[in-house]
């Protein structure tokens, strides 16, 4: 009897709280559904399918997914996506947000600007969200921010503005009538809890006259206080882990400012070396125009000697021998001066130039220690974020719920990310250096890459066409990592129900100067090709067209190329169109 009425008891509160919260969810669901559906979205018609997100580990989403199966909007299927971090929203056309995550409002606020994402909030201030929803007894009510959904190109139908609390005093009023329902709620708790006492009495007299069920009656009272004593060890459990939990977000956030640091670190240094290489371009701009100037002074002396042997056979034979001597005395004195003064003008400017490329091969070798040096030392706080990070997967990983790990995942992947720019940068850096060219056979190189790319091959299907490649002067293993990464690349960029195939060909180009000349290499595809608007900063170092998710890379393959390329004195450039495949197209000279 005991057990039956405690049972009873306790399943009358949870059931009828259990029913109001499963009503309040759905009510919750159908309010964001209406609201998507009295907004004018801009370009609707070129979406198919429309997405919703959510923030933060909320089980709202679960409600969202259920009736995504059931209801369309503007006759599109449905999307739900969850976003752990504010940074992370894009491509979604509504943002849902719950007060009790605490999510900075104004800072959601800016990241979606401009990107024709609706925001829908619940329990947060007046007129601080887009839409913002309230908790009123067992229903909703809610407010909207005309100028925040203006300023996003939205219409907002006529049914929507009708139904919306319009004062911030009609807000206020809501926020007390749900408090005045909670007093409500917490009476009525009380007053539960008056009827259990009143029933425990009741239970105490029937054990006073049943004397032969004591020692039943005290094995259910010593059950019950175990279960007792497990509720507050299960809530002291909750307690740490909601600790453990805020004290892994602090670190979280720290970690991602680091990130964020060591990030515009590398750009701000990627900036300097970018104006540092125009200076030494210019240097050399400069230099070759003294160069010319000297060509043209050369000349002028030739054509001067030229003219002195020609005034003297004319004296010869026109003028006595004694006017003859003297006036060819006179000017081989006045061309010896002309002489004398240009060869001293020639000397100095072959100073000057010799002072320059001095100057010019000293800031090459300091930007490349300081290349070397600036990726070296940013390893260290990466491996001591790393190392972290480990640890805390080693000794907490069993301890965090879902959110948890996959929140340590996000920083491990990141920092294996940041280690694959530094080492790219290193790469790049050390590239150039070695100026000891030797005879390199092209067929060969390609016929260990073809065997390095054997599993790539065999996995995607692709072949590698080429034609009889040539004998060029350079450094073997620049131009095998040259012509590896083009071919990785064409591999790669491809669309997925197509067959990679790649052509290499090389062409002899003979100069009109009657120069050595050189060799043109081409490097086809059939991949995605690349927009015309991004073929002027495709060869920049760390650029990438594409999303990390689509097409794995650091993005630095293309500057590695361009850099061996001009090592080599050659040049490199290409030829696509979006859809049809590239040719890249390099020289070597011979």
């Given at each position: 009897?005991?057990?039956f009425?405690?049972?009873f008891g306790?399943?009358?509160v949870l059931?009828?709280?259990t029913?109001?919260?499963?009503v309040k969810?759905v009510?919750?669901?159908?309010?964001i559904?209406?609201?998507?559906?009295?907004?004018g979205?801009?370009?609707?018609?070129?979406?198919?399918?429309?997405?919703?997100?959510?923030?933060?580990?909320?089980r709202t989403?679960?409600?969202?997914?259920?009736m995504?199966q059931?209801?369309?909007?503007f006759?599109?299927?449905?999307?739900?996506?969850r976003?752990?971090?504010?940074?992370?929203?894009?491509?979604i056309?509504l943002?849902?947000?719950n007060?009790?995550?605490?999510?900075?409002i104004?800072?959601?606020?800016?990241?979606?600007?401009?990107?024709?994402?609706l925001?829908?909030t619940?329990?947060?201030?007046?007129n601080?969200?887009?839409?913002?929803?309230?908790?009123?007894?067992?229903s909703?009510?809610?407010?909207?921010n005309?100028?925040?959904?203006?300023?996003e190109d939205?219409?907002?139908?006529?049914?929507?503005?009708?139904?919306?609390i319009t004062?911030?005093?009609?807000?206020?009023?809501?926020?007390k009538?749900?408090?005045?329902?909670?007093?409500?709620v917490?009476?009525e708790n009380?007053?539960?809890?008056?009827?259990?006492?009143?029933?425990e009495?009741?239970?105490?007299?029937?054990?006073?006259?049943i004397?032969?069920?004591?020692?039943a009656?005290?094995?259910?009272?010593?059950r019950?206080s175990?279960?007792n004593?497990?509720?507050e060890?299960?809530?002291?459990?909750?307690?740490?882990q909601?600790?453990k939990?805020?004290?892994?977000?602090?670190?979280?956030?720290?970690?991602?400012k680091?990130?964020?640091?060591q990030?515009?670190?590398?750009?701000?240094?990627?900036?300097k070396i970018k104006?540092?290489?125009?200076?030494?371009?210019?240097?050399?701009?400069?230099?070759?125009?003294?160069?010319?100037?000297?060509?043209?002074?050369?000349?002028i002396?030739?054509?001067?000697l030229s003219?002195?042997?020609?005034?003297?056979?004319?004296?010869?034979?026109?003028?006595?021998?004694?006017?003859?001597?003297?006036?060819?005395?006179?000017?081989i004195?006045?061309?010896?001066?002309?002489k004398?003064?240009?060869?001293?003008?020639?000397?100095?400017?072959?100073?000057?130039i010799?002072e320059?490329?001095?100057?010019?091969?000293?800031?090459?070798?300091e930007?490349?220690?300081?290349?070397y040096?600036?990726?070296?030392?940013?390893?260290?706080?990466?491996?001591?974020?790393?190392?972290?990070?480990?640890?805390?997967?080693?000794?907490?990983?069993d301890?965090f719920?879902?959110?948890?790990k996959e929140s340590?995942?996000?920083i491990?992947d990141?920092s294996i990310?940041?280690?694959?720019?530094i080492d790219?940068?290193?790469?790049?850096?050390r590239?150039?250096?070695?100026k000891?060219?030797s005879?390199v056979?092209m067929?060969?190189?390609?016929e260990?890459l073809?065997?390095?790319?054997k599993n790539?091959?065999e996995r995607?299907n692709?072949t590698?066409?080429?034609?009889?490649?040539?004998?060029v002067?350079g450094?073997?293993?620049?131009?095998?990592l040259?012509i590896?990464?083009l071919?990785?690349?064409?591999?790669k960029?491809?669309?997925e129900?197509?067959i990679?195939?790649v052509?290499i060909?090389?062409?002899?180009?003979?100069?009109?100067?009657?120069?050595?000349?050189f060799?043109e290499f081409?490097?086809?595809?059939?991949?995605?090709g690349?927009?015309?608007?991004?073929?002027?900063r495709?060869?920049?170092i760390f650029?990438?067209?594409?999303s990390?998710?689509?097409y794995?890379g650091?993005?630095?393959?293309?500057?590695?190329c361009?850099?061996?390329?001009?090592?080599?004195?050659?040049?490199?450039?290409l030829?696509?169109?979006e859809g049809?495949?590239?040719?890249?197209?390099?020289?070597?000279?011979?």
């Amino acid at each position: 009897m005991l057990i039956f009425f405690f049972s009873f008891g306790i399943a009358n509160v949870l059931g009828q709280n259990t029913s109001d919260e499963e009503v309040k969810r759905v009510q919750r669901t159908i309010f964001i559904y209406n609201f998507a559906q009295q907004i004018g979205w801009p370009e609707i018609d070129e979406i198919d399918t429309f997405k919703i997100g959510v923030l933060g580990p909320d089980r709202t989403i679960l409600d969202l997914k259920s009736m995504a199966q059931k209801r369309k909007i503007f006759g599109k299927p449905v999307e739900i996506i969850r976003f752990q971090f504010v940074k992370s929203v894009k491509d979604i056309q509504l943002l849902y947000v719950n007060n009790k995550f605490n999510y900075d409002i104004n800072y959601i606020l800016r990241k979606i600007s401009g990107k024709n994402i609706l925001l829908v909030t619940e329990d947060y201030n007046y007129n601080a969200s887009m839409i913002n929803m309230v908790n009123v007894g067992n229903s909703f009510e809610y407010e909207i921010n005309q100028d925040r959904i203006s300023n996003e190109d939205f219409v907002i139908a006529p049914s929507l503005k009708q139904y919306a609390i319009t004062s911030a005093q009609k807000w206020k009023s809501l926020f007390k009538s749900t408090e005045d329902s909670l007093e409500k709620v917490l009476d009525e708790n009380e007053e539960q809890k008056e009827v259990i006492k009143d029933k425990e009495e009741q239970i105490k007299q029937q054990e006073e006259r049943i004397s032969n069920q004591e020692k039943a009656i005290d094995t259910i009272k010593e059950r019950i206080s175990e279960r007792n004593k497990w509720i507050e060890e299960l809530s002291n459990e909750s307690a740490i882990q909601e600790k453990k939990y805020e004290e892994k977000l602090l670190i979280e956030k720290e970690l991602e400012k680091n990130i964020q640091d060591q990030v515009a670190f590398i750009k701000d240094q990627d900036e300097k070396i970018k104006a540092s290489t125009e200076e030494i371009k210019k240097q050399q701009e400069y230099l070759s125009e003294q160069n010319d100037q000297i060509k043209k002074q050369q000349a002028i002396l030739e054509e001067q000697l030229s003219e002195i042997d020609d005034q003297k056979k004319i004296n010869w034979s026109l003028i006595a021998l004694i006017i003859i001597v003297l006036t060819a005395g006179f000017f081989i004195y006045r061309n010896y001066l002309i002489k004398k003064k240009l060869n001293a003008v020639l000397e100095q400017k072959n100073i000057e130039i010799h002072e320059q490329s001095l100057i010019l091969e000293s800031k090459n070798k300091e930007l490349e220690q300081f290349a070397y040096i600036a990726s070296h030392d940013l390893q260290e706080p990466l491996n001591t974020i790393s190392s972290f990070i480990g640890l805390i997967s080693e000794d907490y990983g069993d301890s965090f719920d879902e959110v948890g790990k996959e929140s340590l995942d996000f920083i491990k992947d990141a920092s294996i990310r940041m280690k694959k720019l530094i080492d790219s940068l290193l790469e790049y850096s050390r590239l150039g250096r070695t100026k000891e060219f030797s005879d390199v056979n092209m067929n060969g190189v390609l016929e260990e890459l073809r065997a390095d790319f054997k599993n790539i091959l065999e996995r995607t299907n692709a072949t590698i066409h080429s034609e009889n490649l040539p004998v060029v002067k350079g450094n073997e293993i620049e131009l095998r990592l040259l012509i590896q990464n083009l071919v990785s690349n064409g591999i790669k960029f491809t669309e997925e129900n197509t067959i990679p195939e790649v052509y290499i060909a090389a062409t002899n180009r003979e100069s009109n100067e009657g120069t050595k000349g050189f060799w043109e290499f081409s490097v086809k595809d059939n991949g995605i090709g690349i927009p015309e608007i991004h073929k002027d900063r495709i060869f920049a170092i760390f650029q990438r067209l594409h999303s990390r998710e689509k097409y794995q890379g650091t993005g630095i393959g293309l500057a590695h190329c361009k850099k061996i390329v001009e090592s080599h004195g050659g040049q490199i450039w290409l030829e696509s169109e979006e859809g049809k495949g590239t040719t890249f197209y390099f020289t070597i000279p011979k």
